[in-house]
Nanobody, 123 residues
């Protein structure tokens, strides 16, 4: 069974940066799939952050986040990253990466999910 693992989260001050990583704890290869990042704050709805089509690097970032967040993939390392800059308290939440057969950026299309990593932005 495929297992995803997220890393790179933690506590950071407003204005700081974090780089999240998503990797497979197995021989699973991301190449044929799309990988998405989604987040959820306590008591809030889950929201999309960014998605990437691994085969060609085509990527999407939710418009309010485009100036600060960037998704990328390293095919040789079989790893997807989410670079988060100029972090704000409202970015606080649990961040999950997930796998989709198709290049879409809506959580219902994603069938394999990592356990999530906490990001806390606070002074």
């Amino acid at each position: 069974e495929v297992q995803l693992v997220e890393s790179g989260g933690g506590l950071v001050q407003p204005g700081g940066s974090l780089r999240l990583s998503c990797a497979a704890a197995s021989g699973f290869t991301f190449a044929p799939y799309a990988i998405g990042w989604f987040r959820q704050a306590p008591g809030q709805e889950q929201e999309k952050v960014a998605c990437i089509n691994i085969s060609d690097g085509d990527a999407y970032t939710e418009p309010p986040l485009r100036d600060r967040f960037t998704i990328s993939a390293d095919r040789r390392k079989n790893t997807v990253y989410l670079q988060m800059n100029q972090l704000k308290p409202e970015d606080t939440g649990t961040y999950h990466c997930a796998v989709s057969d198709d290049y879409v950026c809506a959580p219902r299309y994603y069938k394999i999910w990592g356990p999530g990593v906490q990001v806390t932005v606070s002074s």
